[in-house]
């Protein structure tokens, strides 16, 4: 037993993957993501959160995580197997255990097809029913835990639902698959506020009575502090700070996620943003393309010369396991 | 603080007496083979001299077409069925597309949904800007129109060498900002802003948001700010219109919508919204809109209301004004 929880669910080992180049020698090439690491445990089932800017790279993660793109170099392992060398039965039981929701709910459906299609092609093949009655009563299960009912459903077409609806379907034919992995990625960026509160419900009791982590790619930090566990921030591919969520969003120590904080708007009108700041950072300055030292150099507001140099590794900050990628917090050797 | 106090104190004392803009009664519907959708169905409001009116609300719910309607730019199968618009006292309903167009941009200028694909690819920022004054202003001496193109980007903020730059060379929210500086080209005493941030990152919003506020105190400009996002209305608006399923729900300066809303619907609305300020337990609503072919009778918010009386399920309330300046469409405060 003890051995067995040494074995996490999920690692990414030193992971980069770079685009560009190859073929066409002299296009430049973009850095999308760069040595990062990160590993879930089977249990306790955890919402580990993955947040970034636009062009962060972590879409990318999702992207390698899920299979569609092979890491430059890194490994990604499930279950202890690195997932580029799985034999035909690893992978097909891998696919069934990580399962993805999407961003657009509106983009994944084939319009042609009624919603019970989703399900019947899941069920067929993983072969996961005996006989009609059999799916039936696996799918109304998993409508259930989204809140929804079969007969509502099932024999509607896609443009017959809001996009909430669609996105719980999404995430009820994931659940069917009893998967101990879901990756999500803006799950509920285009899902209107008063429905986002619905899926993240749902998340929740995923996690906590079904017993299902989920990755939470997401750029929206005040979803990820109601309902994350864990957090990475992402800046242009680089790891910069990462911690309990509530821990990194309280008291953030990386300057570019110190300004991230900052800019969110308060939903408070007695709570206005500082103003002059910010309207001196040219952010066209931000491109990426930067090949070396720290990629938030040209918008940092505590630069130093030896930033530009290298790459500042991961330091551990005071409480436990917060950490960020900041000359700011070398200890001194003395 | 001292800040923060002068900017609520500049945000109480905006003008009631110089309505800039009046909406009577507005009703905008789109046809179908199934009946009308009623998109807008008598929206009524006032846009205050030097104002940022923020005008809220779930998707679908009118707040687009509202605007558009204004500005008469419904697109088939819309039509405006009913209602009056006066801008500065001509009502902009009668005029004829000719007159209109003459108009719009020098009167009432539009910032887009995703304004940063609006731009000519192939168009430098200058060309741009110079085709926007001289369609309205006609041919202009060369050395002024560079004069006031390179003033109209110092006031957004941008540095001066856009001015020679093509579209594809900008971020998005230096794009964004080009936009901005092409709306208040031609000086125009109302600008409609839909969604101006929508895509961008959170830095990126604070800074098109800060430079949004900057236009309007140094030209006097009305801002009618479309959006769904809380967190930037309370940022950014003086006073709030919330819309539900194509009707004006409450209206009221910024502070009373956020601190003392009335309406169940701005209520459910402010409690949606996700903050990084406390943890707190997921507020879930159940219920969708009604079909907008087919209102309910009585109030548009019954069938989700958690307070709903006998007289919502048969009359419509009356948007009145139950505080100075505070406008409600409900029975409970009456």
Redesign the interface.
Known sequence: MAELQEIPLLEVRKVTKVFGGGFLRFAPTTVALRDFSLSIQERPARIITVAGESGSGKTTLANLILGFLTPTSGQILYRGVDIQKMSHQQRLTYRREVQAVFQDPYAVYNPFYRIGHVFDMAIKNFGLARNRAEARALVEDALNVVGMRGEEVLEKYPHQLSGGQRQRIMVARAYLLKPRLIVADEPVSMVDASLRAMILDIMLRLRDEHNISFLYITHDLSTAYQIGDRIYILYQGQLVEGGQTTEVIDNPKHPYVQLLIESIPVPDPRETWGRELVLTIDDEQAAPGRQEGCPFYPRCRFRMARCLEAAPPLYNLDSADHQAACYLYEVPTA | MS??QA??NA?ASVSQEAAVLQVCDLRVYYDTPLGAVRAVDGVSFEVYQGEVLGLVG??GCGKTTAAMAVLRLVQPPGRIVGGQVFLNGVELTRLSEGELRRIRWRELALIPQGAMNSLNPVMKVRDQIADAIETHEGKQPARELKERILQLLATV?L?ARVYNMYPHE??G??KQRVCIAMAIALNPPLIIADEPTSAL???????V???L??VKEQLGVSIILIG?????Q??L?NRVAVMYAGHLVELAP??AI?SAPLHPYTQ???E??????Q??P????EG?THDLRNPPPGCIFHLRCPHAMDVCRSEKPPLREVRPGHFLACYLHA
């Not at chain 2, 990152?201 to 800074?207: A, I, N, P, T, Y």
């Open positions: 800040f923060s900017s609520e945000r779930e998707s903020g540095p900008l971020s929210g230096m990152d959170v830095v990126v919003q604070r800074v948001g800060e430079t506020l900057r769904h996002d809380m967190g930037l309370a940022q608006a910024v502070l956020f459910l609305l402010i949606a919204i996700p903050t990084i300020k943890r707190k997921l507020k879930l609503t969708l």
